[in-house]
Structure formats: structure tokens, C-alpha cells
């Protein structure tokens, strides 16, 4: 488990998988700026099952267990990429921030990579203000980069380089 100051990360395990499909089926959890996923808990499994060794999928949990959110990280190009979403009624409430922290200080921590870039729709302004309060750096538009609710959508593209982050700003403990 990845530790922080309020939430922690902890790996999804296979009973996770049934609430990940509720998560991903729900349109107010993805929010109106992602694609619509519909897939059944055997398609999360078998994309459960075949997951490279260098991604992994994480269950934001507040410090009493409540699970409020979904992060993982995933190989792109030599580097690695991120994606977050957390359960409407928390956000706005700093969980998010220290989340994607926490996901920083680890993959810079525990790989050696040069940079950890993430997406979001033009229109998201939490998550940009989420990547943007971590130390991520707006690097350009990617246009019509995904098929949202029935329009092509452009969006963000975010980094931060190992440099920009220097040392670990949330991360307490990992078990």
C-alpha cells in the first residue's frame, strides 16, 4: 500500500474487480468528459488478468477504507502515463491532488524514467487544476484525440519531468 497523508493507494486485488465494472459502467463517476465504457466484470477481469508487470491499477482509499476513486499508471513510449477518476461526492476535496502525488513520488521512486505525462478533456478544469497544483506542465493540445458522448474531443497534454519533481512531496510509506 502506498501511504499518504489522507488517502492511500492500494493495489486492486480480483475482489475489487466487481466494484472497478459498478465504477466504469457509472456515468457520473467517468464524468462527462470520458468516453462511455460499458463492459461486463468478465471483460474487467480478463483485462485484470493480462495486465503488463509495468502497469498497475490502484483503489484510492480514504484513511477509514472507504474507497472513493480508481489511478493507474501504464507504460507509453519509455515512459509512464497516468489516469485517475474518484466518485463524484469527493471530489473537490484534495483527495484527488494527494493522489496523483502519491503516483508521482512512486513511479519516480521506484523507476528509472525521465517523465510521467497524463491527458484531460480541454473542458476538465479540476483535473487540469489536479496536474497542474502536482507540478504537471501543459505541453500542448492534442486535437480530436478521443470519441467523447458523441463528439471528437481535444485535449491536454501534461508532464512532469523527474527534474521539475526533485523529491518525494506526499508520499509516507509504502507497505
Known amino acids: 500500500m502506498l501511504e499518504g ?28 468528459h470520458v468516453a462511455l465504457w460499458q463492459k ?19 483503489v484510492v482509499e480514504k484513511k477509514d477504507g472507504t474507497k472513493v476513486g480508481f489511478i493507474q499508471h501504464f507504460p507509453f513510449h519509455g515512459f509512464q502515463e497516468v489516469g485517475y477518476a474518484l466518485v463524484a461526492g469527493e471530489r473537490g476535496k484534495g483527495r484527488c491532488t494527494e493522489a496523483v502525488e502519491i503516483m ?13 505525462q497524463a491527458t484531460t478533456d480541454t473542458k476538465n478544469i479540476g483535473s487540469q ?10 505541453e500542448g493540445t492534442i486535437r480530436k484525440e478521443e470519441f ?10 501534461y508532464s512532469i519531468l523527474r527534474e521539475e519533481w526533485k523529491e518525494p512531496r506526499i508520499l509516507a510509506r509504502t507497505t
Open 40 to 58: 461486463s466484470r468478465m471483460d474487467w477481469q480478463k483485462r485484470y488478468d493480462s495486465l503488463p508487470s509495468d502497469e498497475k491499477w490502484f
Open 129 to 138: 487544476k489536479v496536474l497542474e497544483k502536482v507540478g504537471f506542465t501543459k
Open 148 to 157: 467523447v458522448r458523441g463528439e471528437w474531443r481535444d485535449k491536454y497534454l
Open 104 to 116: 508521482v513520488d512512486y513511479l519516480f521512486l521506484s523507476r528509472d524514467i525521465v517523465r510521467i
Open 5 to 32: 497523508k489522507n488517502v492511500n493507494l492500494r493495489i486492486v486485488e480480483k475482489e475489487d474487480l466487481p466494484l472497478i465494472s459498478e465504477w466504469m459502467a457509472d456515468f457520473d463517476f467517468l464524468g462527462e
